[in-house]
């Protein structure tokens, strides 16, 4: 071998190595996106006029800004936000995520918007307005509750493009931030929480004024088909160079042949021939090659060759090492001004900046002729590796002449011999060695090509984007901090299948024109000379290549409240309503079906009947109770056939409300303010037992006051010995006057009865301090009048009319309570006489503050004696549950549902619970509704008005906003003029005390009195009644008569007996007896005393006894009396 031929041997050699070199180079550069970290020092590609004009913020963009976000409890945001970015960008557009910041110290405002494809736009804009309404509907679907508000064009203008926007020229420095986003291990986390939300981002920039863009451009399919491609063929290419094997094999061999031939050959020939041609031509020819060439051959042996090798010119060796596909994983974006190659080598371009900041990615190429021919061994090694893509034009002109002239002769003549002998003797000796020799850089960058073609295939099934975040700042430092903050949160396991980087541009050229680029939400794009002294060059992008799995991680949303965006977390609640088999005269409306924060326009509708099995209203104070009672006893009552009762112990707002209508007749305990409620609890329906009653009374006596021992044995017996004292009889619950007892004589006969039990003096004093105490108590003042009325309220008049009983006035808890327990009694047993079984709804009862009746008592017992107060509320808690078969139904109002009687959650059919903002309590009345965890917490959240609803034939609780009761403005409640004559026993005998003739009664007010005379008519005899009936008519008075019939209607020689007896014991009898007249029979003053003192003359004229007589005038008269 000559030295001509080593050296083109070894020139050659060192070529391939060098290709192979550069090519490696470009395969780890694109694979591992080195390019990154380096985009700094690349030449910004100016924005082109024609883009601009394209990409018009008037028209390319429409943008929503986040006013509230709504998440469901316990579901993944990541998934959801994945399903509403594919949609927004399934037609082609870019989709932005920015927060803006506008000064220091001020609330984050948090933008999404979409982009047109310049390459789809149209003269409406089809595409953008699908895109925005798909992102806008896509938000408010899978966060239903969110408040998401379209920016108006001005608004667009104001924030994008003028220059105190956030894209303004106080913007004087950029970071960029390029990576792949991965989740962290949950597990290892304290509560397994999500920890990489863009909210920590926010919180860590919290006081500082930045502006943060999130930018994701759609990759077409066929984009992504190429890339996958591009990564296959690239790994194709390099997986010959993953292991290499040397072999090497010596073989000796011996032989020996003899040959002998011999042959005559003559020829002649002779011939003439002559041609002539002539050629102009011109050609121009243009041509376009892409492919991939790959290969390595080693050849040992013995040869004799001649080989001419011509490398291809510096403009086809761009072509090569630069592929199509392969280049668009780091710069898909370039298409936006380089349509419509994704990433293309472009000879020249217009750049920022007077010379290319970073070098030539390969060295200089000179074109080279070499030339060498061996014998021997000869060593030549090929390789090309990458996609090919170049582009070429040749232009040629040829000029051709020929002349020829031949003249030939032949003749033949041939003789051949031949003889053969031969000997052969081989041996040899045969020696075999074998390398294997493994690049580890090579297989390393296989592996990260097999992870990369996996993330195409996930590409293809959730979609592929071209992703990165930009932050500005008026200070450098500030976004180099954002940008470093929002890159440690993307990073994970993952992570570093490419390279992620950060970078910052600060000088002013490079600013202005970057944000030309991102104010029209397009990826700045870069440009790197591709070889020395060319203008061939590589454009890039900060964008990298994510899977729709991965986005919503780069473009994430807050997962919890930051400065600028409250989140609130609902749960879920049903949101249909079984009404198919409800009547349509049944159907109530409630309000609105309340969803994820938002009301809908579906209606919630209850079943009017289904109000006979009880309701249960619950929340804390303020939260909308009484407004949903107003909504219910209006909806009941609009048929007209329902009516209600409303015992309110607090507030008295409900006679504020209802009070001054028509229909509605209000009663209370401060006669100031509202028409007296007069009652006797002794008195019941002439179906009803009476020792049943005392049974149900002495109950509400233990659940109202606290009983121990034998003290309801003792106010038993003192009861019943009442009844027999005004003359009933216990066993055939008969009487022949008809007339009830009141607390006044319980009080007279409760001290005989302690005194004759067998307890020591210090118990009965115990019993006479806590029974007899308590029952003076209810004979004094307002509650005489109240709870000893001997004209007292029919059943009729309070549980058939429209009637709220207002007891907020009351000051003592142990009276609200028993009020309340002797009206629950009285409308059970006026329901009882009433016919029929299982009615439809005909009487609504509003218990408010239900716990001063059915408070929750223990079940253990003492040894005093059994639970009674337990057993006593649990009564009264069956006899509600009893009284819905007679068409009554009980609402229930409390504001803690943990005093009430289990008894009150379990037999009601339908609860509606609004905010509650205790646990225990949400629990308790959570779990009677059927609901879960997460909507029990939900429950201490709950908006004004808003309340979980459930039925027991309901599959699921529904939210529900209760409309608005339409109150008047500053509604008060007036109190009734009385009529000018109120026939009543006050009226009466006030009238009959004055001594005056009276004047005639009209004839309604005549027919009052005569109702008025019949129902007293045991009270007085047929004649008084004549007299009294004649008197107020016109009649003249009589003195005598007058006497008579005040002395038979106050009780006779009775109340004499009893003030004599009274007289032994008290201090001062006649005032107790005035206060007995003014509280039972609602006498004033003047005509109490008028009364008493005409009863005691009278009985002292009857009296036989003249020393009895003398010792009552003298004492009646030292007490204020005077004898007529």
Known sequence: MNDLQMTNQDLSQRQSMEELANQLTLADHLV??????????????????????????????????????????????????????????????????????????????????????????????????????????????????????????????????????????????????????????????????????????????????????????????????????????????????????????????????????SGTSDTVTDGTSSGFSDEQGRNTGFNFNAGMNQGTTNTIGQSHAVTRLRLPSKRTMVGVAAGASILALGAVAASAVFPPAGAAIVSAASTVGAAVKAGPLFGAVVPMVAGHETNGTAWSTARSIGKSMGFGMSRGYNTAHTDSSTVERSNAHSTNEQHSNGTTDTHGTVRTQQIEVCNKAVEELLTRIDEQIKRTKESEDYGCYSCAAYFLSSRPSKALLAANTYRSLMIGEGSSVESGAANLWQDRASVTAMREYLKRFTHPVFARQLWENEADSLF?????????????????????????????????????????????????????????????????????????????????????????????????????????????????????????????????????????????????????????????????????????????????????????????????????????????????????????????????????????????????????????????????????????????????????????????????????????????????????????????????????????????????????????????????????????????????????????????????????????????????????GVAAVYQNEWPEAVLCKIEAYPMPENAVYHKPSKMPHEINAEFVFGQLAVGKELEPLSSSEMEQLKLWLKRHEMMLKPEDGRYLERVFAGGELDVAKTRKAVFDFFGGIGTVVDYCAAAKKSLTPRKEFLEQLQGQYGLKAAAADWVLNSVISMGMSLNPDAKAVDNLRTNFEQQGGRVL
């Open 32 to 261: 591992y996106k080195k390019y990154l970290p380096e985009l700094q020092s690349y030449s910004l590609v100016e924005p082109s006029e024609e883009m601009k004009k394209t990409l018009d913020v008037k028209t390319c963009i429409k943008l929503f800004q986040m006013k509230e976000l709504t998440l469901k409890k316990g579901e993944d945001m990541l998934q959801k936000l994945s399903t509403v970015y594919h949609s927004s960008m399934a037609l082609g557009c870019s989709l932005a995520v920015m927060i803006d910041v506008p000064a220091d110290g001020a609330p984050a405002d948090i933008y999404l918007g979409v982009r047109q494809n310049p390459g789809r736009q149209s003269i409406d804009n089809r595409d953008l307005a699908i895109s925005g309404d798909a992102l806008e509907k896509g938000m408010k679907s899978n966060f239903p509750g969110s408040e998401v508000q379209e920016l108006h064009q001005e608004e667009i203008d104001a924030l994008l493009e003028d220059d105190n926007g956030s894209f303004g020229s106080a913007q004087s420095a950029i970071a960029s931030v390029s990576c792949v986003a991965a989740l962290r291990d949950k597990s290892k986390t304290e509560d397994k929480a999500f920890i990489q939300g863009i909210e920590r981002f926010i919180d860590a920039m919290d006081g500082d004024a930045y502006t943060a863009l999130f930018l994701a451009e759609p990759v077409t399919e066929e984009t992504q088909a190429g890339i996958r491609n591009g990564y296959e063929e690239l790994y194709s290419a390099l997986s010959p160079f993953r292991k290499t094997t040397w072999s090497y094999t010596e073989n000796e061999s011996h032989a020996v042949m003899e040959t002998f031939c």
């Open 540 to 944: 890039y992008t900060a964008g990298t290549l994510v899977s729709g799995r991965e986005l919503p991680m780069h473009l994430g949303l807050p997962t919890r409240s930051v400065h600028g965006l409250p989140i609130i977390e609902h749960a879920e609640f049903g949101r249909n309503v079984p009404d198919e088999a409800m009547p349509d005269e049944d159907k109530m409306n409630l309000g609105k079906i309340y969803h994820m924060g938002k009301e809908e326009a579906a209606g919630l509708l209850l079943n009017r009947q289904a109000m006979a099995s009880h309701t249960f209203i619950t929340g804390s104070t303020g939260t909308g109770k009484s407004n949903a009672v107003y909504h219910l006893l209006d909806e009941i009552t609009k048929n007209g056939q329902t009516t209600f009762l409303v015992v309110e112990p607090a507030k008295g707002e409900y006679k504020n409300v209802f009070g001054n209508c028509t229909d509605v007749q209000v009663f209370g305990t401060n006669p100031r303010e509202t028409p007296l409620l007069r009652m006797n609890p002794f008195a019941f329906p002439e179906n009803i037992h009476i020792l049943e009653h005392i049974d149900r009374l002495v109950e509400i006596f233990n659940a109202c006051w606290p009983m121990y021992a034998a003290m309801p044995a003792v106010l038993k017996d003192a009861i019943e010995r009442s009844y027999q004292k005004v003359g009933w009889d216990l066993r055939n619950s008969e009487s022949e006057k008809g007339v009830f007892p009141t607390f006044f004589d319980l009080l007279d006969i409760l001290p005989g009865v302690i005194e004759e039990s067998h307890y020591s003096k210090d118990t009965q004093s115990d019993y006479v301090g806590a029974l007899c105490t308590r029952v003076k108590s209810l004979t004094n003042g307002i509650y005489g009048s109240v709870l000893c009325a001997e004209d007292a309220l029919t059943d009729e008049a309070l549980f058939d009319r429209n009637v709220i009983v207002d007891l907020s006035r009351v000051g003592s808890m142990e009276t609200k309570s028993l009020l309340m327990g002797i009206l629950v009694m009285k409308l059970q047993e006026y329901r009882m006489c009433s016919s029929g079984m299982n009615s439809r709804l005909r009487h609504v009862t509003v218990l408010e503050e239900a716990h001063n009746l059915l408070r929750k008592t223990s079940a253990e017992q003492s040894q005093e004696g059994a639970n009674l107060q337990g057993k006593s509320v649990e009564m009264l808690a069956n006899a509600i549950a009893e009284m819905r078969t007679y068409g009554e139904g009980f609402i229930i109002a409390d504001q803690a549902p943990g005093l009430l009687d289990m008894s009150v959650i379990r037999n009601t059919n339908t609860k509606i619970i609004l905010r509650l903002p205790d646990e225990e309590d949400r629990k308790l009345v959570g779990k009677s509704a059927a609901l879960k965890e997460a909507q029990i917490d939900e429950l201490s959240k709950l908006p004004l």
